[in-house]
């Protein structure tokens, strides 16, 4: 049987590869084996089954509430593709031990993938994804039939983005963005996320235009990941047709990107660092405007903190804490800095800022991919909830996003980041890490060095506060090389020594 592991965010592999059906149930029966084995106190032995996009996501999306449905659970499965965080917050909002989501999110059109989430609405750690693969071929395989499971109740096919959709509009401040009159494009990459800003602003003085929305299996040829270039046909359009802003949603939506509103590239970087910026400035340093909460009516309380009602807020709940993945800009370290805030910074993966979310006190939660996620919601990155936060802020503005970029840059100084992924042989990645960490460079360009960090990959840190940082991915047989300087010339500079490095073993 072919070995399946989960990455950074679920397990991912080919579709019709190792991505199959055989597969697929191997890894439902195990989750059902798991959950079975260790209910959560407060849940009920509930599953919420969605899936994207995707070649046959559909089919593994069912064949997966089969399997759940044949070992016991009441399974609520999507009748249509559906956002990853609506699968999350259906999961909270439901009490559900949990839930899966079929998607490969940012990956080729070849892959497909399977998500777990855990009881409180965020992506499963790493030490039940290790649970459950332990918990692979114990026990034969137990389906019911989709028409059997819906006639006896053990499956029911029910649309969960409503439910979510209405908290998006309590977590933002709804009445200003659908009084403000902006005109914004939603470059949706070919993912679920199409047509879900057009839903949720219809009926206001908004106007949005969706491009590339059309549901297509191949993704028009690219990978649905929010970097620059994937946005060649969208940025074309706009500027020949502007807009105040374009906001983009991968292939699941759970991740967020942008351009302005004449088709330049916005990094998630920026994104972050404004939406930072409008969390402390806008809403008030412990997030602003109070949001309603599910626990107002008795919900689960996994961590305590996020889900307290306003009101039963202690002094240990105050929102002083920034999180991010440490391939995340440092204009996020000197804004905490600058604003009082305490900066927790994670590997890379969601589940690890999910884990610091969970402990409560936290203002955001952010990544260099683009995911982002808000108090007062789930601890699960959330693409749509993200373009929301965005148009509540250029409704406070009331300024061009470049302006507003200006502004952090005046204050904080430029920042140039650069990415590239380069095919690095498996085997000897183990070796390149350790050659690393024994074998730093002693300065990066002109700046000497000022730290090492070894805990997910190794990233060097100059006194200049520029960086370089090489890592395996989690998800691919690929070698990601990060790096930011003060310019685009320092970033390509840098990426070339990472380059430079992968070659010494």
Not at 204 to 211: A, F, G, M, P, S
Not at 222 to 245: G, Q, T, V, W
């Amino acid at each position: 049987m072919a070995p399946i592991k989960f990455g950074t965010d679920g397990w991912r592999a080919v579709i019709a590869e190792d991505f199959t059906f055989t597969n697929v149930e191997r890894v439902a029966q195990a989750v059902a084996d798991y959950w079975a084995s260790n209910p959560v106190e407060g849940t009920e032995k509930k599953v919420i089954v969605g899936y994207d996009r995707r070649f046959l996501s559909d089919a593994f999306g069912q064949r997966t509430a089969e399997v759940l449905a044949g070992n016991g659970f009441q399974v609520i499965l999507c009748p249509q593709p559906a956002p990853t965080p609506s699968i999350s917050f259906a999961v909270k909002a439901e009490r559900a031990v949990g839930g899966v989501m079929i998607t490969a999110s940012h990956n080729p059109a070849i892959f497909n993938g399977f998500k777990l989430k855990s009881y409180y609405g965020g992506s499963a750690d790493a030490s039940t994804c290790h649970a459950v693969e332990t918990h692979l071929d114990r026990s034969p395989i137990q389906a019911t039939s989709l028409a059997a499971g819906t006639k006896e109740g053990r499956i029911a096919l029910r649309d969960v983005r409503p439910e979510h959709f209405a908290a998006l509009k309590r977590l933002v401040d709804f009445k200003l963005i659908a009084k403000s009159k902006l005109r914004f494009a939603h470059e949706a990459l070919f993912g679920v996320g199409a047509g879900c800003f057009e839903q949720l602003l219809a009926g206001t003085t908004c106007r949005v235009t969706t491009l590339n929305g059309a549901h297509d299996p191949l993704f028009g040829g690219i990978n649905p990941e929010p970097i620059e270039k994937n946005y060649a046909r969208s940025s074309a359009f706009l500027k020949k047709h502007p807009h105040d802003i374009c906001l983009v949603t991968d292939g699941d939506a759970d991740r967020v990107g942008g351009m302005d509103g004449r088709g330049r590239y916005l990094s998630t970087h920026q994104i972050i660092c404004m939406l930072l910026r409008h969390f402390v400035v806008n809403r008030g340093e412990e997030g602003g405007r109070p949001c309603p909460r599910e626990s107002e009516r008795g919900r689960l309380r996994p961590g305590g903190l996020l889900d307290e009602p306003p009101d039963k807020r202690t002094k240990a709940s105050v929102l002083r804490k920034m999180v991010k993945a440490l391939t995340t800009t440092s204009m996020v370290d000197k804004m905490c800095s600058a604003y009082g805030l305490e900066l927790v910074e994670t590997g890379v993966g969601f589940k690890y800022i999910v884990a610091e979310m969970l402990k409560g006190g936290v203002l955001l939660g952010a990544e260099e991919s683009g995911g982002i996620a808000f108090p007062g919601h789930i601890p699960e990155r959330d693409g749509i909830a993200a373009g929301l936060m965005l148009l509540e802020m250029l409704a406070t503005e009331r300024v061009p996003v470049n302006k507003l970029i200006a502004r952090l840059e005046k204050e904080f100084g430029p920042h140039r980041y650069g990415r590239i992924d380069t095919h690095f042989p498996l085997e000897k990645r183990g070796a390149l890490m350790e050659f690393l960490k024994q074998n730093p460079p002693s300065k990066l360009l002109r700046s000497p060095l000022a730290a090492v960090k070894s805990y997910d990959g190794v990233k060097f840190i100059a006194q200049d506060t520029s960086w370089l940082m090489l890592r395996g991915s989690g998800t691919e047989p690929i070698l990601r090389i990060y790096a930011e300087a003060k310019t685009d010339a320092d970033a390509r500079k840098l990426l070339g020594l990472g380059l430079r490095l992968t070659k010494q073993v």
